[in-house]
């Protein structure tokens, strides 16, 4: 795969290795967000709270993750991108150092806030990759950058297992910290320079991105796939620690991180599915994601069952659930860096800030879920949203449909920004 830089580049400039290396990077960065959710069991031991209590860590890292997206990422249409990933970077190590450190649940809270809010390199990364190839490679590379993703997901709640059974919930965070630190420094490096796309000021950049879901059918359509079947893996993967570790399989925190691993083909998958897209279009990938989340939701409410065989439908669930929400996020993202090059960043913060509201959401009412109706009442959540992205997939191919065989039909006028 080859970059086509748009500024000459330095010595640190693009070259053939830099694909793999921003690869490398999402995934480091995003693990920081998903690792909290296999120590659950752990941290509730620890500080002596509730299980319910403890999986709130993860659940307002998310939140924190939302935010950022939605504060930070515009910046990276006004900002130097290598710089302003830098001093994210070494920003976030801090804050895991600090939750690392935490004595009581309301700091190590306010620690998970700060690193999902500062974690959001990966969102940066994503733009900046797309900027940087042709547009016929463009769901190539980004499904090479969310192969990376993928991988920083599944190995964060192995990592985040193994290490805390051993080395107690506070390890994690701590080498999390190191890791973060030592990747500032090797983007700080590797990273091309790249020039400003606009020079708008902060809250016109904000405006913007609001103003694009409003405005951009393709972006609202997008975020409203995402956010559902992402809440749906959200729901999943908050709920597993308390189904592995309650009554139905009393296991520890370690077999959370181990099960992870099962998804490691849907790394895989990911860059199969941006030459899926290139070749066959963004909406027949996420028609094809919505039945894959649904058919994970069967899957996994069998898990009830306990012993092997339920153990082994939980993994089944979560193979087919990983895979899907990955594909669709290819397929997604490949749509919306279509739309407005100079505005990509932008684009990308409506999208991703409505993704990690549903994924946010989707945790919250697992917890609910679980509370009430236990696992069973969870895989009901991510069947509805499963079945309402599938509805809404259906419904907007029937329109287009319509106004393709409709003679006075005419396009939507894509948003031309605000005047200048």
């Given at each position: 795969?080859?970059?086509?830089?748009r500024?000459?580049?330095?010595?640190?400039?693009?070259?053939?290795?830099l694909?793999?290396?921003?690869?490398?990077?999402c995934?480091?960065?995003?693990?920081?967000?998903?690792?909290?959710?296999?120590?659950?069991?752990?941290?509730?031991?620890?500080?002596?709270?509730?299980?319910?209590?403890?999986?709130g860590?993860?659940?307002?890292?998310?939140?924190?993750?939302?935010?950022?997206?939605?504060l930070?990422?515009?910046?990276?249409?006004?900002?130097?991108?290598?710089?302003?990933i830098?001093?994210?970077?070494?920003?976030?190590?801090?804050?895991?150092?600090?939750?690392g450190?935490?004595?009581?649940?309301?700091?190590?809270?306010?620690?998970?806030v700060?690193?999902?809010?500062?974690?959001?390199?990966?969102?940066?990364?994503?733009?900046?990759?797309?900027?940087?190839?042709?547009?016929?490679?463009?769901?190539?590379?980004?499904?090479?950058l969310?192969?990376?993703?993928?991988g920083?997901?599944l190995?964060?709640?192995?990592?985040?297992?193994?290490?805390?059974?051993?080395?107690?919930?506070?390890a994690?965070?701590?080498?999390?910290?190191?890791?973060?630190?030592?990747?500032?420094?090797?983007?700080?490096?590797?990273?091309p320079?790249?020039?400003?796309?606009?020079?708008?000021?902060?809250p016109?950049?904000?405006?913007?991105?609001?103003r694009?879901l409003?405005?951009e059918?393709?972006?609202?359509?997008?975020?409203?796939?995402?956010?559902?079947?992402?809440?749906?893996?959200?729901?999943?993967?908050?709920?597993?620690?308390?189904?592995?570790?309650?009554?139905?399989?009393?296991?520890d925190?370690?077999?959370?991180g181990?099960?992870?691993?099962?998804?490691?083909?849907s790394m895989?998958c990911a860059?199969?599915?941006g030459?899926?897209v290139?070749?066959?279009?963004?909406?027949?990938?996420?028609?094809?994601?919505?039945?894959?989340?649904?058919?994970?939701?069967?899957?996994?409410?069998?898990g009830?069952?306990?012993?092997?065989?339920?153990?082994?439908?939980?993994?089944?669930?979560?193979?087919?659930l990983?895979?899907?929400?990955q594909?669709?996020?290819?397929?997604n993202q490949?749509?919306?860096?279509?739309?407005?090059?100079?505005?990509r960043?932008?684009?990308?913060t409506?999208?991703?800030?409505?993704?990690?509201?549903?994924?946010?959401a989707?945790?919250w009412?697992a917890?609910?879920?679980?509370?009430?109706?236990?696992?069973?009442?969870v895989?009901a959540?991510i069947a509805?949203?499963?079945?309402?992205a599938?509805?809404?997939?259906?419904?907007?191919?029937?329109?287009?449909?319509?106004?393709?065989?409709?003679p006075?039909?005419?396009?939507?006028a894509?948003?031309?920004?605000?005047?200048r």
């Amino acid at each position: 795969m080859t970059f086509r830089a748009r500024h000459p580049p330095g010595p640190a400039g693009p070259g053939p290795r830099l694909p793999l290396v921003m690869a490398l990077a999402c995934g480091v960065s995003v693990a920081n967000v998903y690792f909290p959710q296999a120590l659950t069991p752990l941290i509730a031991d620890g500080l002596g709270i509730t299980p319910s209590a403890a999986a709130g860590v993860a659940t307002v890292t998310q939140f924190g993750y939302a935010v950022g997206i939605f504060l930070l990422v515009p910046l990276g249409d006004r900002l130097p991108r290598r710089p302003l990933i830098t001093v994210l970077l070494v920003v976030t190590a801090c804050a895991l150092l600090a939750a690392g450190l935490a004595p009581a649940a309301a700091p190590l809270m306010a620690a998970g806030v700060a690193v999902g809010l500062t974690t959001v390199v990966p969102q940066l990364l994503l733009p900046m990759a797309a900027g940087l190839v042709a547009p016929d490679r463009r769901g190539s590379v980004i499904g090479t950058l969310q192969g990376g993703l993928i991988g920083g997901i599944l190995l964060a709640r192995t990592f985040g297992g193994v290490l805390g059974e051993h080395l107690g919930w506070r390890a994690p965070y701590l080498a999390a910290a190191a890791l973060t630190g030592l990747l500032a420094v090797v983007l700080g490096l590797a990273l091309p320079a790249t020039a400003s796309a606009t020079r708008d000021r902060y809250p016109v950049l904000l405006a913007d991105a609001v103003r694009m879901l409003r405005t951009e059918p393709d972006l609202r359509r997008s975020a409203l796939y995402q956010s559902t079947l992402f809440g749906a893996f959200s729901a999943a993967w908050t709920a597993l620690a308390l189904l592995l570790t309650g009554p139905h399989y009393r296991m520890d925190a370690q077999a959370v991180g181990v099960l992870a691993l099962i998804g490691a083909a849907s790394m895989c998958c990911a860059p199969a599915a941006g030459r899926w897209v290139d070749r066959r279009g963004a909406d027949r990938v996420n028609t094809w994601c919505a039945w894959g989340v649904l058919a994970a939701a069967v899957a996994l409410g069998a898990g009830v069952a306990g012993g092997a065989t339920g153990l082994a439908a939980v993994g089944l669930g979560l193979l087919l659930l990983d895979v899907a929400v990955q594909c669709s996020q290819v397929a997604n993202q490949a749509r919306i860096f279509a739309l407005r090059p100079e505005a990509r960043s932008r684009l990308n913060t409506a999208y991703m800030t409505c993704s990690f509201l549903g994924g946010s959401a989707g945790s919250w009412l697992a917890i609910r879920a679980y509370a009430l109706l236990g696992w069973t009442g969870v895989c009901a959540l991510i069947a509805l949203a499963a079945a309402l992205a599938l509805t809404a997939r259906l419904a907007d191919g029937r329109c287009r449909r319509g106004r393709e065989e409709s003679p006075s039909a005419e396009p939507l006028a894509s948003y031309a920004g605000p005047p200048r």
